[in-house]
């Protein structure tokens, strides 16, 4: 069972990236909260890695982010939500807010989620409410740049407009979601790090 990769990027879309580790390309299912993490083609990159076997293939499906992983084997118990469906949560919300939404009953918040109806937001606070509790307690990350306009400011605007586009977004759509999620911030305050702007950005172009 392969749990982690490493090895060089040699090619991203907007779902799915190829790994290649010992001559061998690995085609591995992407969490696209994973985009902005993600190394230029031709560098080196470490994905925390969930192997599916089924009779006619090996899926492989990748994360930066340990708790993503966990999350996502997670949600797979769940009854209806399958991988394609998990991936598509873990893009536009956190392990840990996904976690509060179960806990709370707050279907509201998980029937916005992509593939998410009303019966499997029941089913997600019904069979998860044990199992996703640790995820509730992560700390929030730290606030990585600042809402005043700056070259920093700048470069994470590129950065989102690039993953969305990535994702298959026409650029002027990525720059207006991009934009009401900085007119949605709190004025003077830290901006969210670039992972919670993206989530934020996809979650106003469901």
């Not at 990769?5 to 909260?33: K, M, N, Q, W």
């Amino acid at each position: 069972m392969i749990a982690s990769l490493r090895g060089i990027l040699i090619h991203t879309d907007p779902s799915r990236v190829v790994v290649e580790a010992g001559g061998v390309g690995y085609d591995v299912a992407f969490c696209a909260s994973g985009l902005p993490r993600l190394p230029p083609l031709g560098e080196e990159v470490f994905l925390h890695i969930f192997t599916k076997v089924r009779e006619d293939a090996i899926e492989l499906f990748g994360f930066t982010d340990a708790q993503e992983k966990e999350m996502f084997v997670v949600l797979l118990t769940v009854s209806g939500v399958g991988p394609k469906v998990a991936l598509n949560i873990l893009a536009v919300i956190s392990p840990g807010e996904l976690a509060r939404a179960v806990m709370t009953d707050d279907l509201h918040r998980l029937t916005a989620l992509p593939g998410v109806g009303k019966k499997t937001a029941e089913r997600l606070c019904l069979e998860l409410k044990d199992k996703v509790r640790p995820f509730a307690d992560l700390e929030a990350r730290p606030a990585e740049v600042k809402a005043t306009p700056s070259a920093d400011s700048d470069q994470l605007a590129a950065d989102v407009v690039s993953a969305l586009t990535n994702l298959g977004y026409p650029p002027a759509q990525a720059k207006e979601a991009l934009l009401k999620v900085r007119k949605a911030l709190p004025e003077g305050q830290p901006s969210p790090p670039i992972e919670e702007i993206l989530r934020l950005a996809l979650r106003s172009l469901a």
